[in-house]
Every structure is written in C-alpha cells, then in structure tokens.
C-alpha cells in the first residue's frame, strides 16, 4: 500500500476520514504510524495528497486530508481478456489495475473452464477490493470498469466492433506471422486469450471484427506476465 | 507445461525418457495424451523437439525422443534482484525463467527481512523445479543460474564490478530523474530493489559501481510486474 485509497463512505467531514479493517491494519503493522505522521492518500477517482493521522486507536485512524495532485495518466488502452483461472484472476486484476488500464473486459472463450465464471473473486466487492489493491500499490485513484461478458460470438459480433471504432485493434495470438508494435501514440484494444490459447475460430472472428493478429515471439508467457510485458511494449510507462 | 522439459535422469536410452509425477499428472490430466500422440519436449540446456508417447500408466510415460530444433534466444541479461518476500518469490523465479533471464542474482538489501532467507524455496531442488516450471510455460530448455549473496556490502564492492565490466548497467530506482531506455542492443545488467525500495545508501553503492538510476514512471509497481515490465521496454521479446 504505497497510498491509502479512500473511499466516499470514509470520509466523516469533507477533509476527514475514518479508517478501518486492511488499511488501518496496514498503518499499524507496516507503515507504523504515530499520531501526527502523514500518510500518502487518494481519493477514488479523485485527487491524491496527503492525510495527517490525527486520531490512532485500534480499531480507527482519523485522518485530516489535503488532496492536491493528479493521478497518474491512465493508459489509453481497453483490455479484453479470456476469463482466467480463479487462482490467477485476482492477481491479475491487480496488476492490470497497477499498470493504469482502466477499461478491462472479462470474455467466454472455448478455453475458459465454465467454472471460472463461479469464481466469488467476480463479485462487485471483491472486483473492487482487488483493483483498489493494484491502485495503491501503483498510487493512483482512477478505479477500472470491469465489463463481464459470458458469451463470446454475440458479444463479438454485436459489441466489439463499437469498441474498436477510432482505436487500433490487437489479437495477441502465437504464431501469427506479425510482431507486436511498439509505442503506439493512438488509443489501443488489446485481446488476450485464455491459457491454451483462442481457438482459430475464435481468433478469426476477432480478426473479422477489425482485430490484427500479432505474436510476442516464441515465449509462451502466462497472463500474468504477457500483460506487462505487452502494455510495456505499446506503451511508454515513463510519461 | 507448453513443453515438457527433459532431465538427464529421465533418460533410460539415448533417445528414450520416463516421465513420472508432475509431468505424467499434467499428460494425464491436462493433455489428456494417448499411446501414439506426440507432445513437444525439450532437453534441459539442449534442444528441443517432440516426443512421441509409446507407452502410457498411472505411473509412467515413455516417450521416443527427437529433438532438432534451438531453444530461443536467451536474453542478454544479469538480473540482480533483492530477495523478495517468500510468498512472491516462486513465481518471480517462473516469471525469469518464462522471460529467458538466465543469469539471476538474489541479494540482501536492508528491507530484505532475514526471514526471507530461510524459506524453503531457495533449496536446490526447489529452485530447479520453479525455474523449469518457467522453462516449460515459455517453450524454452535453458536452466537459468541462481547466485545467493546474502552480504550487500561484500557483494557491491567486490564482485559487482566484474559482472558490470562491458556491460550497460541500470538500477531501478522510483524517484530519479532519467527514464529508462528502450530497445537496448547490448547485454545489460538491470538492479531491482525489494518491496519498499532501496535504500539511498544502496543506491548510492551501486551507482558507486558502475550503475545508472533509471525509472519507470509514476507508478510503483510490484517486482513480479515491474520485471516483465522492465524487460519488454530494454529488449525486443519478438526475436
């Protein structure tokens, strides 16, 4: 937790606020706050700055908030993402969201085990506990949209190509013939198929709706690292 | 498992391997492999190739061996890492591994907690088991080399020098004032800190030895992201 993400229901005054649970627990036993100690802070979907621990017990930390800087730039990129295995699901919304995507679609593909969608790491609170986990730790407030999809053609065929309008569009795919670009200076769409890969069916209909099938080389890489790896690769991390 | 990697041990002829325990699970279980079908394998720090399944139990598989084909390109990089937090240090070895990093050096940094060094993880066979577990998700046969170096100080000053000699060197380090480059085409040395950092007086050690404090951005990511992160922006993955 490199920065406190507070939410509206933490706030008790318009410049005060309450934590409790994770966070407070946080402060106790890894930062090690003293009354009086300044925290970094963000508000979710706002402003981040800093809080002063005006009250510390066991159970609150009261905290006077000054916010005043801009979050860091999102990345101009939509996610659009297989299903993965429940194991690697949280970690990976938590990387996405460290890394600024904020727009991340959940898909069906023949490769998603039907009971990857049971998963209660899909439900609102959960979703929402985890991409707040990737913001602080990246120090950024801007929470991502989750859009969950369970069937792949209507969802390709009806509102894929909405998506894509204006945007340049990539099916991350082994051994299709075309690299990866780098450092795209447009708004991008990004697909990535499940362990095991999209079917060639699967990746023709993405290609039909306007996706161009690119490959990372001969490394098979799991999500977890071949979102990193490809985010870093179209987009310069440093701005 | 893309490939499922070949042991000295595992051959009972020169062109015939048993497979047994995890491997044979993951032939049953995920492939779901027959007498006959053929698999893709590799020989560690040799070739790959496939192997064809020619006979098939609970307990073992025999595999008729051909292997004609080079490993990819490894990376041209010294990954000096300090010893991350147990929990996250498996998969941080797999995540190397599936890169193609082949030379890794763990070392202690004052926010490295002295338990990390006792976790089971850092045995000779757990390593190797996690490092082929990388190996085997990329399609890869080369056993990256491990060095512990639980002494900061010894190794900064004495053997760092040597590693850097001809080499680009970088430290990862939020907060100093020069972007890290792109695209290198030489080998490098890239230093990534723990959970919470380096210390200035670490930093200031190894840019003492030869390194230059580059960073990513804004964002503080997590070391199993900023690897991937770091290792798409200095080299072209698509070779």
Redesign the interface.
């Known amino acids: 937790m ?1 920065l406190a993400l507070l939410f509206d229901e933490d706030f008790v005054t318009p410049d005060r606020a309450v934590l409790t649970g994770r966070r407070l627990a946080h402060l106790h036993s890894v930062l090690k706050v003293a009354a009086g100690d300044r925290i970094p802070v963000g508000r979710v979907d706002g402003l981040m700055g800093s809080g002063e621990v005006i009250r510390l017990t066991d159970t609150e930390a009261e905290l006077q908030v000054t916010l005043d800087q801009q979050p ?1 730039t999102a990345l101009p990129l939509t996610l659009i993402l297989a299903m993965p295995r429940p194991k690697m699901f949280r970690r990976v919304l ?2 996405c969201a ?3 995507i904020k727009d991340i679609w959940l898909i069906n593909s023949y490769k998603v085990e039907k009971s990857f969608w049971q998963t209660p790491w899909l439900s609102e609170d959960n979703l929402r506990e985890n991409l707040a986990l990737g913001l602080e ?4 407030t801007v929470m991502p949209t989750i859009h969950i999809r369970k069937l792949f053609k209507p969802f390709v065929e009806d509102e894929l190509p909405g998506i894509l309008a204006g945007k340049r569009a990539l099916v991350a795919h082994p051994g299709t013939p075309t ?2 670009p ?2 795209l200076d447009e708004p991008a769409v990004l697909c990535i198929g499940p362990e095991g890969g999209l079917t060639p069916y699967e990746v023709g209909k993405l290609e039909e709706a306007g996706c161009q099938g690119v ?8 999500v ?2 071949a979102v ?6 179209l987009f ?4």
Chains 1, 2 share one sequence.
């Not at 990193?228 to 690769?233: A, I, N």
């Not at 310069?236 to 701005?239: E, I, M, V």
Request: with cysteine; hydrophobic share 30%.
């Open positions: 490199n860091p938590q990387t460290s890394l600024g730790q990246a120090k950024d690299p990866c780098v450092h490959h990372l080389g001969p490394r098979i890489l799991r977890e690292t990193p790896v490809l985010v870093s690769r310069d991390a440093c701005r």
